[in-house]
């Protein structure tokens, strides 16, 4: 009872905070903000939105089955941030477009437009679905001892339903908010499971370290891994390397994420708000990182090598719900929810934005040539119940997206982060390969354009370990899919001499990245 009471304050608190933010405004103050936030909570926004319920649970589960190799992808994503926000974010400012595809619409036209658009929507349900099913199996897990459809269906219906009923009311104003909180939520449910493990582990540091350090399968210490094997998606070769093509991919053409930082005050304040985003989640994903170190010594003590149990990723749910006393553990819970609801409620606003701008009117302007030239114009027609409406249709769809990631992580054979990570490769590594060739380029059609993007997602299919592996006989780790990918889609786009307009960064992006530094 006392942790169902701790969880109904939380969803109170974060359904109150959603009202309160709410204001009568256009599509421009629903899906932007107003574009004036203030760029601590936007950083704190995209670091709730990057970590999500794959984070509280799959990175402890990457230290406990292994080592601390994931924290060098750190490296990559440092120079990524740098990038976008000294080449993305001002190219779109300047473009002052609801989304980001809309920059295409420019070089390539419409049609394009539309397709990127429509590439992102799948791809981030597919993704945002699969971290919704994982927050729902890890919270039933936690909270009930079970994963039977009777427990997920009503943890499915609490994070949808209480993300789609806040984000409807307040838009990214809602979501920033409610994402700042989240965030400290979700590291004091952190710290305090890493507190816990310390308390029932009670071993001096000195002893913890050789206990690390004699791991069987190698030191958990191991921050730099030095091997070549492409089957390994944490190396240093992957996490300097893969990993800058990666955050561009994940950072900088993703609405979900690019969206908040629009929603600042000037292109300078939102490019230092993403770098500091990525800055602050290093040591949050440390933390768990630790977690899940300090969960391999508890079991080493009690005379268990985790190696040997199944369902490694149940593991750290387990001590949780066995362990954990009531109320420490509802806050524990509250932790996870934030997890989830931070991402999802970001998911819900940015699809619903996307498919209005990019999708719907494109294609409702081609059907109705007679229309009135303000009925294009945000907010003139409806006011906000178009948008809200689409927040609660998106919320539905992605809710119901989660069942189908059930089977999908199933034939994946990876670690619940491995599986979060590499299913956003299907949109973003297409993704990319176009907007470069875009912001850098003056080649390519429209046609070029597309077809690029088409083989590019037939291109992460053959990837993917089910079909890749029985074909090759090895596989090759999520991280390299992207530099594979990409670079591909850039060349193919580029390969027509086209005669669409650049978007000029180079030229005039000297003055914006002054005002960023």
């Not at 939105?49 to 080592?67: D, E, I, K, R, Y």
């Not at 993300?163 to 939520?185: C, H, K, P, S």
């Not at 899919?481 to 390969?495: A, G, K, M, N, Q």
Request: one cysteine or more.
């Amino acid at each position: 009872m006392l942790d169902a009471t701790i969880i109904a304050l939380y969803l109170a608190v974060m359904l109150g905070v959603g009202f309160m933010v709410s204001r009568r405004g256009g599509e421009d103050d629903f899906f932007l903000a107003g574009r004036a936030m203030p760029s601590w909570a936007v950083s704190l926004s995209v670091v709730a939105t990057a970590l999500s319920a794959a984070t509280f649970v799959g990175v402890p589960q990457l230290a406990l089955t292994g080592n601390l190799s994931y924290l060098a992808t750190y490296i990559g994503a440092l120079i990524a941030t740098a990038l976008i926000a000294l080449w993305f974010v001002p190219a779109l400012y300047r473009e002052g477009t609801l989304t980001i595809y809309g920059m295409l619409t420019r070089r390539f036209g419409e049609s394009v437009t539309v397709a990127a658009a429509v590439l992102f929507l799948v791809g981030r349900m597919l993704s945002s679905g699969a971290r919704l099913f994982m927050a729902a199996i890890v919270f039933a897990l936690m909270w009930r001892g079970s994963t039977h459809p009777r427990d997920l269906v009503p943890v499915l219906l609490v994070i949808g339903g209480s993300g789609m009923v806040y984000t409807m009311a307040g838009g990214l104003r809602a979501v920033i908010w409610t994402d700042a909180l989240q965030f400290f939520v979700m590291i004091g449910g952190g710290v305090l499971c890493l507190v816990m493990l310390q308390r029932d582990t009670a071993l001096p540091l000195s002893d913890l370290l050789s206990l690390w350090r004699a791991a069987p399968g190698g030191s958990k210490l191991t921050v730099i891994d030095p091997s070549l094997a492409i089957q390994k998606p944490y190396t240093i070769w992957a996490a300097a390397g893969a990993m800058v093509m990666v955050t561009l991919a994940t950072h900088g053409v993703d609405q979900d994420m690019l969206q908040r930082v629009m929603a600042a005050r000037s292109a300078g304040r939102g490019a230092l708000a993403l770098m500091a985003s990525t800055l602050v989640t290093i040591p949050v994903v440390m933390l768990f990182l630790l977690i899940g170190l300090w969960l391999y010594a508890w079991f080493r003590v009690r005379g268990i090598d985790p190696a040997t149990l199944p369902d490694s990723q149940n593991l750290f749910p387990r001590y949780v719900l066995e362990q954990v006393p009531r109320g420490a553990r509802g806050l524990v819970l509250a932790g996870l929810l934030a997890a989830a609801m931070s991402t999802f409620d970001s998911a819900i606003n940015a699809m619903a934005g996307c498919f209005l701008a990019d999708v719907w009117r494109p294609l409702r302007a081609r059907w109705r040539r007679s229309l009135r030239a303000n009925d294009d114009t945000p907010g003139t027609e409806h006011g906000l119940a178009v948008p809200r409406g689409l927040v609660g249709l998106v919320g539905v769809l992605l809710t119901g997206f989660a069942v189908l990631a059930v089977f999908m992580h199933e034939s994946s054979r990876s670690t619940l982060i491995d599986f979060a990570l590499g299913v956003m490769a299907f949109a973003h590594a297409p993704l990319l390969g176009v907007f470069l060739a875009a912001l850098f380029t003056r080649r390519g059609t429209a046609v070029s354009a597309l077809l690029a993007m088409a083989i590019g997602v037939l291109g992460v299919l053959l990837l993917q370990p089910w079909l890749f592996e029985p074909l090759f006989g090895f596989r090759i780790a999520w991280p390299w899919w992207w530099v594979i990918v990409s670079p591909v889609v850039f060349l193919l786009t580029i390969l027509p001499a086209g005669e669409g307009e650049k978007v000029q960064v180079s030229g005039s992006c000297s003055a914006d990245s002054a005002a960023v530094s």
